[in-house]
């Protein structure tokens, strides 16, 4: 499993804090990141990628061994489909291969919209919190808001900078990626919610790691 501890360096999650900063000093709004190892278990994904090269496995094996005998196969493929389905568990790779595109797309938004309230950015004074939410085995990012911004922000134009963020990550750059895209939500964040003389740090600007996997 891809885990959200070590998806960034010590000296990576120290420049995306200064970014946050730098972004948050021009503007009353509060920035967060959050990385997760993977959103969801998926067991459906192991089951069926267990089911089906275990039961293939298992046909190869009774061929090979010269036994035709459904009462050979069918406990073969019951052994091979457990075998194969603990295997998953230890290859994310392939086990993401028997998740359905949309499946993984709706758990991270569901999980980025928990986390988005876990943390406390809907608490915020001005309601203008955002949230770059990335889970690393589904490799998406959300970028969520709270309501204040979206009055002003259209939601497509949030999820473009989160779409940059992902290419920086297939390119092996996802903090200078990351870095960028706060950057540039803090230029628009600045111009809607303007600082305020007594504006004050409503959250923490270090990268908020999940540290175990959820159910």
Known sequence: MLEGETFFSETDREAISSAIKLAEAKT??????MVVGQSDTYPEGIILGGAMIGSLLALAVTDLLGFGSQWVYVPCAVLCTLFVGVGLKRMPSLHRLFIPEGRLESL???RAE???FEQGLHRTRDASGVLF??????????????YGIYQKIDPVTLQAHADRVVQGVKGGRQAQALCAEIARVGEVLARH???????ANELSDRVIIETTSRP
């Open 133 to 146: 939410f990335l889970s690393c085995f589904e490799r998406k990012v959300w970028v969520l808001a709270d």
């Open 193 to 199: 919610f303007p600082i305020r003389p007594d504006d």
């Open 114 to 116: 928990q986390a988005f």
């Open 28 to 33: 009353a709004g509060e920035i967060a990141v």
């Open 108 to 110: 991270v938004r569901r």
